[in-house]
Nanobody, 115 residues
Framework: QVQLVESGGGLVQPGGSLRLSCAAS???????MGWYRQAPGKERELVAS???????NYADFVKGRFTISRDNAKNTVYLQMNSLKPEDTAVYYC??????????WGKGTLVTVSS
C-alpha cells in the first residue's frame, strides 16, 4: 500500500520560509513527485513537480521563490518555499505518479502565511 506522508507546514510571516517534505512508502520508485495546493474556495493547482531524472516544472506564481528537489534513494520530495506571501496560504498536497500511471496523494499539510 502506497502512503505519502507530508511534514513541514505551519504558520509563517510574510517574507519567511518553510520547507515541506513528503516521504513515500510502499513503492520502490516513481516517475514523478510533486506538490499541489488548494486554498479555501479554490481548485487544487500544481505548484511544482520533479521527475526521477530531475526534470522540474514550476507554476509561474512560484518561479524564483520555491525550489523542488527529491532524494530518490529515500523516495522523498522536498519543497523549499522562500519569500512567502499571504496568497501562498493553502493546504499543500504531495503527489506521486507511478510508472504504471497510477497517481497517489498525501493527506495535505497546512501552510499559513500571516503576520
Amino acid at each position: 500500500q502506497v502512503q505519502l506522508v507530508e511534514s513541514g507546514g505551519g504558520l509563517v510571516q510574510p517574507g519567511g520560509s518553510l520547507r515541506l517534505s513528503c516521504a513515500a512508502s510502499g513503492i520502490f520508485s516513481s516517475y514523478a513527485m510533486g506538490w499541489y495546493r488548494q486554498a479555501p474556495g479554490k481548485e487544487r493547482e500544481l505548484v511544482a513537480s520533479i521527475t526521477s531524472g530531475g526534470f522540474t516544472n514550476y507554476a509561474d506564481f512560484v518561479k524564483g521563490r520555491f525550489t523542488i528537489s527529491r532524494d530518490n534513494a529515500k523516495n522523498t520530495v522536498y519543497l523549499q518555499m522562500n519569500s512567502l506571501k499571504p496568497e501562498d496560504t493553502a493546504v499543500y498536497y504531495c503527489n506521486l505518479r507511478a510508472y504504471n500511471g497510477i497517481t497517489y496523494w498525501g493527506k495535505g499539510t497546512l501552510v499559513t502565511v500571516s503576520s
